[in-house]
């Protein structure tokens, strides 16, 4: 069964920076991009930064500059590199693989999400 873990997020003040982790497991064959989203109470979660398998990024324009994803595809880990954090970037923040998981195709595999709070 494909899963992701998230880890990393927390509590920190506004200009401080956090780096969020994201494990792939389970029935993985390939997975060709990766990517950050993030949610917070009553709003449609929103994306944040992809990474394909080529290396190729993507940011929203509210993040880029500030935020860095990167992957290691060899231990199937996700990270983002968050930087010069404001308060409107809290939220729970959600990995999102696409891929070939248990001999599928998918790009709804998702982890459960970790609180990043950031204080003004």
């Known amino acids: 069964q494909a899963q992701l873990m998230e880890s990393g997020g927390g509590l920190v003040q506004a200009g401080g920076s956090l780096r969020l982790s994201c494990t792939a497991s389970?029935?993985?064959?390939?997975?060709?991009?990766m990517a950050w989203y993030r949610q917070t109470p009553g709003k449609e979660r929103e994306l944040v930064a992809t990474?394909?398998?080529?290396?190729?990024?993507n940011y929203a324009g509210s993040v880029k500059g500030r935020f860095t994803i990167s992957r290691d595809s060899a231990r199937n880990t996700l990270y983002l590199q968050m930087n010069s954090l404001k308060p409107e970037d809290t939220a729970v923040y959600y990995c999102?693989?696409?891929?070939?998981?248990?001999?599928?195709?998918?790009?709804?595999?998702w982890g459960q999400g970790t609180q990043v709070t950031v204080s003004s």
């Open positions: 389970g029935g993985i064959f390939s997975i060709n991009v």
């Open positions: 990474v394909a398998s080529g290396g190729n990024t």
């Open positions: 999102n693989a696409r891929g070939v998981f248990n001999g599928y195709v998918r790009d709804d595999v």
